[in-house]
C-alpha cells in the first residue's frame, strides 16, 4: 500500500493512519511484513465475514422471494433473543465442524483432501489484487489483472481433482462437465476485459480504477460502464462470472435436486463447507474485478457524494451486484448443459470478440473532431446491438431437438 | 557459483528430467509431457540470460519466452488430439505398438 | 537471493523427477503442474512478472486441462491408469543418454566464465511488452496468431471422430 495523499479526507486516510500508527515504530524489514499480515488478516477476517453473512442474506432473499420466512430460529447465545436469525451462520459453521467427514474408502486419499484446500487457497489469492479504496490496495502489481485471472483458472485444477479423488463415476462425469463449462466460459470472460485494458492502456488495477476518474457535464461518470463496448462488456462479464462461479442459473455442475451435488457428492463436513466458502470467495472476487475495471472501482457516482470514503463505495458495490446475484438464482431457471454450452459459444464468444472490435472504433474515433464524438455513440452502440439481436435471433431458433452425442 | 550458473544447472537440471521421461517412459501422454518439460527448460535459460546480460534494456528474453510459450500451448494441444487419434485406432497408446502408417 | 533459488529450483526439479518415475498418470499430470508452477515462480524471481502470470495462465490453466482430458479419454478402465513399467534396457538407455546430456551441459556450464552484468535487475512493464509486441514483433505475432489458428483447427480436425466411420461403436 501506499502512503495516504495528505489532501483527502480524515476518515479516508483512516486505515492507512490507523496501519501505521500500529506498525510504524518497526524497523524497515519487519514493518513491511508485518504491514503484508495485517493486509492478509484483514481481506480474511473481512470476507470470512461477508461470507457469513451472505448466506444468510441469500437464504432470506431466496425465501423472500419465494414467499416463506427463510432461517429465523438460530438465537443469539446466553440471551436468547433471535434478530431474525442473524446467528444463523454460526450455527451453520459449527454443525459443518463438527460433522463426521467421510472420506469414501477406495479415494485417492491425498487429492480428496487437497482439492478443497487447493480451490480455497487460489480463490483467496485473487483478492489480492483489487483496489478496496483509495490507496488501500494490498498488493500493487504491473500485470494484476493477469494476475488475477491467472490464479482464477488454476481453480479448474481443484474441480478436476474433487471429482477425481471420490473414486465415484458420478463425481467424475459431474467433474469433466464443470470443467467444460467452466472452459467454455473463461473464453468470454477473459475477452471482456480485453477492451478495458485496451482503452485504459494498463493491467495494473489501480490505473484501470484512476482511468475512470472525472465526470462529464459534471455529474456522468467516466466509468467504463457507462460506454456502448463498456456496457456491453460488462454484461458479458457478468454473465460470464455467473458461470464462473457456478452460480444459477448455471450451476448445473452442481445442481443439488438433479445430480446430488455433482463433484461434491463425496464430500461431506468442514471439506464441503470449504467447497461452498472458496465458491463464495470466487464470487465476491469476480465482483470485485467487476467494480474495478466496469463500475469505476472505489469511485463515487456523484462529485457532491465525495465524502463518503472509497472504501464504503466499493463496499456498496459489492453488495449491490451479490444482491443481483442472489435475485438472478431467485429467478431464473437452471440451463440445460448443452443450452449452456451453446449459450457460450454461439453466442457470448462472437459477442465478445465484436465488442473488442468495437472498442476500437471507439477509440479510433476518439481522437478526431466533435462529431465524430458524438457520432461514435450511436454508431458503437449500433455496432454491438445489431449482432446481439442477430445472435439472439439464432440462439432461440435452435430449440430444435438435443443431438445426443455425448450424452 | 554465480546466480547465472545456478540458473542454467537449474535449466540443464530440467531439461535431462524432461530427455529422461521422453526416452524412457513409453506412455504418449508422458512422452508429451516430458517434451514440454525441456521447452520449459528451454525457456528458463532465456529468462536467466536477460536477468544476467549486462545491457537487458531490450527485452528480447521475454519476448522470445511470450512467443514460446503460446507454441508450446499449440503444440500440446496438437500432440494430444494425436494421442487421442492413435487411442481411436489402437485402443492402447503405447508408443511401440503405434508402428503402422495405416490406421 | 541466491537460496530463494536454489528452494524453488529444488521443488521443481524434485516434483518434476517424480512425476516422470509415477505409475499413476493423473499422479504424474498434477505433478507436472507443480512443476511448472515451480518454473513460474523463478519467473517472478527473475523479475519477468508478466511471462510467471503467462506461464501460470497457459500451463496450469489450459494445458493441464487438455492433458487431464487425455488422460481420461484414452482408457477404458480405472486400472488403465496405472502404466506398467517399461523394459529395463529402455529405462537404462533412457537415463545414460540422459545422464551423458546433463554432465556435458553441467561440465560446459562451470567452466565457461561467465561475465555477469552488474546492472540491477531489470525490469520490463506490460507496457513495453505490448509496444516491443506491436513494433518490433508484430511480424512474429502475426504469425503465432497464424500458428495457434491452424494447430487449434487441426487438433480439432484430428481427434474429433469421423461420425460415418463407427457408428456402430459410438454409444
Known sequence: MIAAATTDAFLERAPVLLRDAVTGFLPEPWRTLVNALIAVGLILGIFGTLFAFITLAERKILGRVQNRPGPNRAPIPFINKRFFGLSQPFADGVKSLTKEDIVPRDADKVLHYLAPVALLAFSILTFAVIPYGRNLVPVELDAAVLYFFAAGAATELAVFMAGWASRNKYSLLAAMRALAQLISYELPLLLSWVPVVLIAGTLSTTAIVDAQAGWKFGFIPHWHVFTPWGFAGFVIFMVAALAESNRSPFDTPEAESELIAGHLTEYSGFKYALFFMAEYFGMLALSGMAITLFLGGWRSPLPFLEFIPSYLWFGGKLLALIFGFIWIRATFPRLRIDQLTRFAWKFLVPLALINLGNTIVWSLMSNSSALMQLARWPVCAAIILVPFVVLGRKLSAGVAPRIYRYA | MTALQLCLVFSSALFCVGLVGALARSNTILVLLGIELMLNAANINFIAFWRFSPSPAPATGVMFVIFSIAVAAAEAAVGLALVIAVYRHQKNIRLQEANRLKG | ?171
Open chain 3, 1 to 171: 537471493m541466491n537460496a530463494v533459488l536454489i528452494v524453488i529450483a529444488l521443488v521443481t526439479l524434485g516434483a518434476a523427477a517424480v512425476a516422470m518415475t509415477l505409475r499413476n498418470l493423473i499422479h504424474s499430470a498434477l505433478l507436472l503442474i507443480a512443476s511448472w508452477a515451480g518454473v513460474a515462480a523463478f519467473y517472478l524471481w527473475a523479475g519477468a512478472e508478466f511471462v510467471a502470470f503467462a506461464e501460470i495462465l497457459v500451463y496450469v490453466g489450459a494445458v493441464s486441462m487438455v492433458v487431464l482430458f487425455a488422460v481420461l479419454l484414452t482408457r477404458r478402465s480405472r486400472a488403465d491408469l496405472t502404466v506398467t513399467p517399461d523394459s529395463a534396457g529402455r529405462a537404462i538407455s533412457g537415463f545414460i543418454a540422459g545422464g551423458a546430456v546433463c554432465g556435458v551441459l553441467v561440465g560446459a556450464i562451470v567452466a565457461t566464465p561467465m561475465g555477469v552484468g552488474s546492472s540491477p535487475t531489470p525490469t520490463v512493464t506490460v507496457k513495453q511488452i505490448g509496444v516491443q509486441l506491436m513494433g518490433t514483433h508484430a511480424a512474429s505475432l502475426l504469425i503465432v496468431g497464424v500458428l495457434l489458428t491452424v494447430a487449434l483447427l487441426g487438433a480439432i480436425v484430428i481427434a474429433s471422430a469421423d461420425r460415418t466411420d463407427d457408428s456402430e461403436d459410438t454409444p
